[in-house]
């Protein structure tokens, strides 16, 4: 088994499109400067892609503390976020987030985006913006398996947001993984379960815009299947990092019973 990093996948903001990079910099929180924030509405809840694709479309970065937001070639905004007071949001059932509400002029550029009154929160920890593990896992494979666009083209991975993609492994391969470390770069991996998809995935993720059904190509292929949030349909599986370093496009994934510092079970 050939097992390579094909891609890696990254955004500043929840939400917002995300940008394939060469190479991240993992640490036991998740990818360095991956879903440091994220956007809530008037009563400190999470604006998900599955409640509005706005900000598909819009990219962030945040690079020596800067964050710049951008849409196309144009940077729309960019500063040191100067922090507020503590916050507490609500992502999905039992899930919350501890952060801090992002002064200046960001609710302004963001709401204008979003058509409606909305907020920027820092998380309280580093990429603390995540659902439920801090690192997804994915191959091109199992994409590839599900079918197509609906205009007949390749479905994109860009769809199901995972951090690292991988190439070289049949489809679905990685489900089989829960409880292995992966050693990849300078990394080691313990992967998890699968991935119960929400209805993120509908959006085309260049524009936002409604097309193939997702979550019907994967029920089709692969039926509902049991996850760490119940029975549902997915693709993909999480993973934590036992140990901290760099990742790059190209680099080999190995698989290996995780002995010793790499013995955190799931």
Known sequence: MN???????????????????PEIDLRSHG???????FVVDEDHRLLSLTRTPAFVSYWAVVSDDRLQVGRGADI????????????????FGQRFVEGHRVLGPWDELLSDVARRRVGLVKAAT????????????????SVAALGTEADGSALDPRRFRALITCDG???????TWSGLSALVGSCALIIGGSVR??????????????????LRLIK??????????????ALGVYAQIS????????????????????????
Request: charged letters at 25%; a neutral charge.
């Open 126 to 141: 580093p990429a603390g913006g995540f659902d439920v593990h801090p690192a997804t896992l994915q191959s091109e494979a």
């Open 31 to 37: 990818a360095v400067g991956n879903r440091e924030f």
């Open 169 to 175: 492994m049949d489809a679905f391969e990685e489900d």
């Open 197 to 214: 998809r929400c209805a993120a995935i509908q959006r085309h993720p260049a524009d936002g815009s409604p097309g193939v059904d997702a």
């Open 220 to 233: 089709d292929r692969r039926g509902v299947r049991s996850t760490e949030l119940g029975h549902g349909l």
């Open 76 to 91: 729309l905004l960019q500063d040191v976020p100067a922090l507020g007071g503590p916050v507490r949001s609500h992502f």
């Open 243 to 266: 140990t901290d370093g760099v990742v790059k496009v190209g680099d080999q994934l190995r698989l290996a019973p995780p002995t010793g510092a790499l013995s955190r079970r799931w």
């Open 3 to 21: 097992v390579i990093v094909s891609r890696l996948s990254i955004t500043a903001i929840k939400g917002f499109g995300i940008r394939e990079v």
